[in-house]
């Protein structure tokens, strides 16, 4: 499976958009693009997944590139119960298993 | 989503000992399921995959004889840590996959604080 590239840490005000960007650039052509968050202590919890369409639910939006090399989790309006870890995990969503990197810490502050 | 529950959420038990860990998916069949491993201000380690009725696939580095895996059912696998040592004590977190649609979704339970002593 293709590896992702995250930012570490990210700060966000509550009640704006947080964006949280991803780079997967070694992507193949049947991987999708998964996002997961953790919140301390609790297991992953899914929150979207996308091949090359943007892709919205009632957590997040997903906006993939064209080249599929990367892409950005937008919560649109984050609460203080936003904040978690959020991991970019790219896999055909067959066979293969879920690898988790290190994830970005979103910090959403008043 | 799906739910996936695990029992206990913590547990404490004494070096030598063995600790069983549930996992259940409550309202789908799980073909798959996985055993997640995550030590503090870590990402989660993936430690074995198993398919129902089948013995379970260890990551290199995991030792099968330690970490005992059960998919007896499609709605229940287990954990058993055997002789626990306190280095073993960590976030224990399964996971189950199952279809949706014709596409393959993977539910997270809510881990298992192992604490050895």
């Known amino acids: 499976d293709a590896k992702t590239t995250q930012p570490p840490s990210m700060d966000c005000a509550e009640g704006r958009a947080a964006n949280l960007p991803c780079n997967h650039s070694?992507?193949?052509?049947?991987?999708?693009v998964y996002w997961y968050r953790q919140i301390h202590s609790q297991g992953p919890q899914y929150i979207i997944h996308g091949l090359k369409n943007n892709e919205t639910n009632e957590m997040a939006s997903l906006i993939i590139t064209e080249d599929r090399k990367s892409s950005t989790l937008i919560l649109p309006h984050a609460t203080l119960r936003d904040t978690a870890v959020y991991y970019c995990?790219?896999?055909?969503?067959?066979?293969?298993?879920?690898?988790f990197g290190t994830g970005t810490r979103l910090q959403v502050t008043l | 989503g799906a739910v996936v529950s695990q029992h206990p959420s913590r547990v404490i038990c004494k070096s030598g000992t063995s600790v069983k860990i549930e996992c259940r998916s409550l309202d789908f069949q799980a073909t798959t399921m996985f055993w997640y491993r995550q030590f503090p201000k870590k990402s989660l380690m993936l430690m074995a995959t198993?398919?129902?009725?089948?013995?379970?696939?260890?990551e290199q580095g995991v030792e099968k004889d330690k970490f005992l895996i059960n998919h007896a059912s499609l709605t229940l696998s287990t954990l058993t840590v055997t002789s626990a040592h306190p280095e073993d004590s960590s976030f224990y977190i399964c996971s189950a996959r199952g279809t949706s649609g014709g596409f393959y979704e993977q539910y997270f339970g809510p881990g298992t604080r192992l604490t050895v002593t």
């Open positions: 995990i790219v896999y055909t969503g067959t066979a293969s298993k879920l690898t």
């Open positions: 198993s398919n129902e009725g089948s013995k379970a696939t260890y």
């Open positions: 070694t992507i193949s052509g049947n991987e999708y």
